[in-house]
């Protein structure tokens, strides 16, 4: 049995009055990852990723420097990534790692 691994590609983004909403994405497969890391390791934020019906599936508040969390997720569709109550204003990279189904 072989397991492909998608990587969806690191995505840098600047918060404004702290927050970040945007990079809609289609995506399939199980969510295997989550790395979300802020340019300062003190910044403090909540990151969510809802899906085209607006459910949220997955968030994580009080978030300090970087996330990186291992899940096993599914997901198919349409989602959204937010980054919310950001305590500064700044660079934010992103990083996905999906195992496709």
């Known amino acids: 049995m072989s ?8 995505l840098s983004v600047s ?7 945007g990079n809609t994405v289609s995506l399939r497969g199980i969510l295997k ?3 979300i890391k802020s340019a ?6 909540d990151i969510s990723l809802t899906n ?9 508040t009080d978030v300090t420097g970087t996330l990186n969390e291992e899940i096993d997720l599914p997901i198919t569709g349409v989602y959204t990534i937010g980054i919310v109550n950001a305590t ?6 992103i990083l996905l790692i999906i195992r496709e189904a």
């Open 88 to 93: 500064r204003d700044e660079v934010f990279t």
């Open 52 to 60: 085209g019906q607006n459910d949220v599936v997955y968030r994580r």
């Open 15 to 21: 918060t404004t009055s702290g927050s970040w909403i």
């Open 33 to 35: 990852q989550v790395l």
């Open 3 to 10: 397991i492909l691994i998608h990587q969806e590609r690191p």
């Open 40 to 45: 300062t390791e003190s910044t403090m934020y």
